[in-house]
């Protein structure tokens, strides 16, 4: 399972893509995902996906998560931190989101709303 810094693993990712193109079609899929049906034919598949790919990837499971109105899981709530800080220099990321899931421990607790499990999960000590 990727670390709380890393997004959604590449074995999530996998998986997903390939419900995904089972649900709809390699078309559907690669158009909705932003990529080639080639591409995402070679990604299930098992190819290494590069950079760029994998952020399109990581962006749309995200959006594909919040479709559902499902409880986030841990490694979603990742995949959306990550998105959120790829912007800055790598060692400025972490200490970003160290910062961004204080400040939503901290509204949680001012709100009197309950953690999400996957806020709990990540601010007590999830490996990185």
């Given at each position: 399972m990727a670390g709380p810094r890393d997004g959604a693993s590449i074995a999530t990712l996998r998986q997903a893509a390939r419900l995904y193109v089972d649900a709809t079609s390699l078309r559907h899929a690669a158009r909705d995902i932003g990529m080639?049906?080639?591409?995402?034919?070679?990604?299930?598949?098992?190819?290494?996906?590069?950079?760029?790919t994998m952020r399109k990837l990581t962006e749309w499971y995200v959006r594909e998560?919040?479709?559902?109105?499902?409880?986030l899981s841990q490694e979603s709530a990742s995949a959306a931190l990550s998105l959120l800080v790829?912007?800055?220099?790598?060692?400025?990321r972490e200490p970003t989101v160290d910062e961004l899931l204080a400040v939503l421990d901290r509204r949680c607790r001012e709100t009197n709303t309950p953690?999400?499990?996957?806020?709990?999960?990540?601010?007590?000590?999830?490996?990185?």
């Open positions: 080639s049906p080639t591409g995402l034919r070679g990604f299930i598949d098992g190819a290494d996906p590069y950079v760029k998560i919040q479709s559902r109105n499902a409880e790829q912007h800055y220099p790598a060692p400025d953690r999400p499990v996957w806020l709990a999960d990540l601010r007590e000590g999830a490996p990185y």
